[in-house]
């Protein structure tokens, strides 16, 4: 036989009960044998103790008895048949009659014992489980309603009574002799005294008379029927990602309702705990999913945890002295008057040291807790021997929770890295020797991202999300954007990974949505809703909006950003930026930039400062981590100078070819950057700087390629003037190189720790003869590439691969 008990929100509604009903038929005609418990209708037991709570001080209940009635009536009207009414309606009324008689006692003796209100409680279960039970009678006659007073014996602790097992298992046995054919409805909660008075089992007591009744009876399964899918992997309404857990041992299911997790109260599971009775987890509203199945073994699992509780309110107690250090007898003391006062200590920790110790406490117990041992240990805290007890507010537990952590090493590594890596400090430890469970004390204002970012390390398979604050919307911005959106399907089902863009900001407006920014739509999005574009202001949403595995990235060419990464890796967020100017200032701010980064563990990705998407900077950076010492570097860094040269051929003006180069995207913002050589020189100089040379910019030497009045200009519109006027300096050039049968490189290079950057004519012996459109090239010479260069290749510039190569750097963020 099976136990199938439903609580309040499946008998809530008509729509509900209808679904319990379908539900109960089912395993009924499958010949499961089901036995079933209901609880009373959602709201009603809350609003019977407002009722009696009301008679007691005489206010009037007679409006709430009608609100009873009709939604009682309600479902009788909906559910059956008109001919079958009347009894049922002739029942209910008698039994309202008799709650009324009940709460003008009551209110008479303005006096409600905890007997009485016993009694007025169990009304609520009465009511629905007679009603289903009629309801269900249609369709199964053998249908039989059980006022489980008569069979559940308790002792006279109204409120949360204790069950006499063994007179209750006679009883129960007995009745399921007698009714061995029928389908049962027997009300939840609810018991009775040796006097048979009517007492209700506390907390949970619904589940608790399921185990009971189950564990009696042997039950093959006791199925807790509620309004959530099982037992999820953490608190959904903060973890968007939290799924139900299939499999879970008693012991993990107890620690994680224990923090938290409140789909069933763990004492009630202690019948059919002593009896290996599995308890499934199931959702009325979604009957085909199987749940969580509560059993004797964890199982196997495919996560090394099986989920993550929390608590999000606790105080901590810290008390600390030399008079505990070697007293044996200084815990037990401390620990016992707090049980005695009904104290609960969520968790403890003691130093190695034996000076202090460390314990959590719900924070309304706090100052009692303090009092408590400030009178206690009074001649110690007289005679200095132990420091007045220091409490600490607004943190919050955060513990994984799963049996296979004690056969996986590394847990609590992946843990607290997951914690680090998102800089939240942890302020107090505590692993249970059962290796069950591990348990970290955290400030309440970071549990909601500590809770996303240790979900994404230890369910590591399902999904990660990358929360994206984007600076810059142009060229760069603007198709990267586009890319992770054609994208987007593609990374959920290869990667399993998410991009939700969370803030973007340009020069004139700024726009944040936490669930992600619709990448088809941004520009109305930020043309709609935006706010004016405010650097700082943006910098100081994206860190108090706290999101876990988040990354800045710069697009722009500004050089105010640069100013706020320090700050951005101090809260611990990563930066992907295309931008040249952070890591080509001074050298010291490169150095702190990479220290601070380094620090914090978060990642500093700028593969697009040099030669664009081309593999340029992590080639470098594994040369040199591998061990490879650097000779010399020999490169063309400037797609667009490249492009020029490329194209400025036969009847090709400079001026035009320059324009063609800005056109197609490969240019600065400013194309002076480029072509009076900063870009290449930043580039040049970014290089150097990760191959370990302590370079200033003005080390570098830089050779020009414009004429001093180019040079000069004050603004870009001056430039293209002087440009056009310079245009048989360019057509001497070509017609020289020409002649030569040569061509126009730009140059740089690295050797000796020397940077030199200068305009050449090579002839078709050089390597860098042969390149076309905006290509890069690059050839390393090392000591292990010595004999033949290590060269990479290929278009430098363009806003399609430009783009990719920051994208490619943002997937990278965090793997
Ligand atoms: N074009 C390429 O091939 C290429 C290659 C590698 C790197 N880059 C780099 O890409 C970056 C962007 O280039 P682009 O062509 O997209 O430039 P762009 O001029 O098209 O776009 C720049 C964007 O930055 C925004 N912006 C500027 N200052 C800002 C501020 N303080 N706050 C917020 N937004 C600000 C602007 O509003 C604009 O949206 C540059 O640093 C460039 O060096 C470009
Ligand atoms: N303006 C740059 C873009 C690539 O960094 C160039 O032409 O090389
Ligand atoms: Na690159």
Not at 404 to 413: A, L
Not at 514 to 528: F, K, N, P
Not at 579 to 604: C, M, W
Request: glycine share 8%; aromatic share 8%; charged share 20%.
């Amino acid at each position: 036989m099976k136990v199938l008990k439903f609580g309040g929100t499946s008998v809530g509604t008509v729509e509900s009960i209808s679904a319990v009903l379908e539900i109960v038929k089912k395993s009924y005609d499958n010949g499961e044998k089901p036995l079933v418990v209901l609880s009373a209708m959602s709201g009603v037991t809350n609003l019977l103790t407002k009722m009696a709570e009301h008679a007691a001080t005489r206010l009037p209940f007679e409006d709430d008895l009608k609100f009873l009635e009709d939604r009682h009536f309600e479902v009788v009207k909906k559910l059956i048949a008109v001919k079958f009414q009347n009894p049922v309606f002739t029942k209910l009324k008698l039994m309202l009659n008799d709650l009324e008689e009940i709460l003008q006692g009551v209110s008479a003796l303005k006096e409600l014992s905890a007997q009485s209100k016993d009694l007025i409680v169990s009304f609520g279960e009465r009511f629905s489980n007679y009603m289903v039970s009629k309801v269900m009678e249609q369709y199964v006659a053998q249908t039989e309603f059980i006022d489980a007073a008569y069979y559940v014996k308790t002792d006279s602790n109204f409120g949360h009574a204790q069950v006499n097992e063994e007179l209750t298992q006679q009883l129960i046995q007995s009745l399921s002799h007698s009714h061995a054919d029928k389908l049962l409805f027997v009300t939840g909660f609810i018991g009775s005294n040796d006097k048979g008075r009517v007492t209700t089992l506390g907390r949970g007591g619904s589940d608790y008379t399921a185990a009971i009744f189950g564990a009696v009876l042997q039950a093959s399964t006791i199925e807790i029927w509620t309004d959530v899918n099982g037992m999820l992997t953490a608190d959904p309404r903060i973890v968007k990602k939290a799924f139900s857990q299939s499999v879970l041992s008693y012991t993990e299911a107890m620690e994680l309702s224990y923090f938290g997790a409140k789909v069933i109260y763990p004492p009630t599971m202690i019948p059919a705990f002593l009896k290996k009775i599995p308890i499934v987890i199931r959702n009325t509203f979604e009957p085909d999913f199987p749940g969580t199945t509560i059993q004797f073994e964890s199982g196997k699992s495919t996560f090394p945890i099986k989920g993550i509780s929390s608590i999000s309110d606790i105080s901590v107690i810290n008390l600390s002295g030399s008079g505990m250090i070697g007293k044996s007898g200084f815990s037990g003391r401390l620990f016992t008057l707090l049980a005695r006062e009904q104290i609960n200590v969520v968790l403890i920790t003691q130093s190695s040291s034996e000076h202090s110790i460390t314990f959590a406490v719900n924070p309304d117990d706090a100052p009692k807790a303090v009092d408590l041992i400030k009178a206690e240990f009074e001649l110690e805290l007289e005679a200095n021997k132990l420091q007045v007890p220091v409490v600490e507010e607004n943190l919050s537990v955060l513990a994984i929770v799963g049996e296979n952590m004690k056969r996986t090493p590394g847990m609590s590594g992946r843990l607290f890295y997951a914690l680090g890596r998102n800089g939240i400090n942890v302020r107090a430890i505590a692993q249970g020797s059962s290796e069950l469970n591990i348990s970290v004390i955290i400030g309440k204002e970071n549990l909601g991202k500590a809770l996303n970012a240790v979900h994404d390390a230890f369910f590591a398979q399902l999904k990660k999300t990358l929360y994206v604050f984007n600076l810059g919307t142009g060229n760069i911005g603007a198709t990267l954007f586009r890319q992770i959106a054609e994208q987007h399907n593609f990374l959920l089902e290869n990667n399993d990974m998410e991009i939700k863009v969370v803030g973007i900001s340009n020069s004139r407006k700024m726009v944040f949505d936490v669930e992600g920014i619709d990448l088809g739509s941004w520009t109305d999005t930020l043309e709609a809703s935006g706010e004016v574009a405010d650097l700082a202001l943006f910098i100081d949403r994206m860190r108090t909006m706290n999101l876990p595995n988040c990354v800045f990235i710069d697009n722009t060419a500004s050089k105010l950003p640069s100013t706020y990464y320090e700050e951005i890796f101090k809260a611990n967020i990563s930066i992907v930026t295309c931008n040249k100017i952070a890591n080509s200032g001074t050298y010291a701010q490169y150095q702190l930039l990479h220290e601070t980064a380094r620090k914090h563990g978060v990642d500093f990705f700028y593969e697009t400062n040099v030669g664009a998407g081309l593999p340029i900077v992590r080639v470098l950076k594994d040369l040199m981590l591998s061990g490879d010492r650097l000779v010399k570097i020999e490169a063309i860094l400037s797609g667009t100078i490249s492009y020029i040269f490329n194209n400025f051929v036969g009847e090709a003006s400079f001026y035009e070819t320059v324009k063609q180069a800005q056109a197609l995207g490969y240019t600065e913002p400013d194309p002076r950057d480029d072509l009076g050589g900063v870009d290449f020189m930043r580039k040049m100089l970014i290089l150097a700087r990760d191959a370990g040379y302590a370079l200033e910019p003005e080390d570098v030497d830089l050779g020009a390629i414009l004429p001093q009045a180019c040079l000069a200009a004050s603004s870009v519109d001056d430039f293209y003037a002087e440009l056009l006027k310079a245009d048989s300096y360019f057509n001497s050039l070509k017609e020289q190189a020409a002649s030569e049968g040569k061509v126009i490189r730009y140059v740089g290079k690295l050797e000796n720790g020397h940077v030199s950057i200068a305009l050449e004519m090579v002839d078709d012996s050089h390597p860098f003869y042969a390149l076309s459109g905006s290509d890069n090239i690059i050839s390393f010479t090392t000591e292990r590439y010595k004999e033949r260069p290590l060269v990479v290749k290929g278009p430098g510039a363009g806003a399609e691969v430009t783009a990719a190569g920051v994208f490619a750097d943002l997937v990278n963020v965090g793997a």
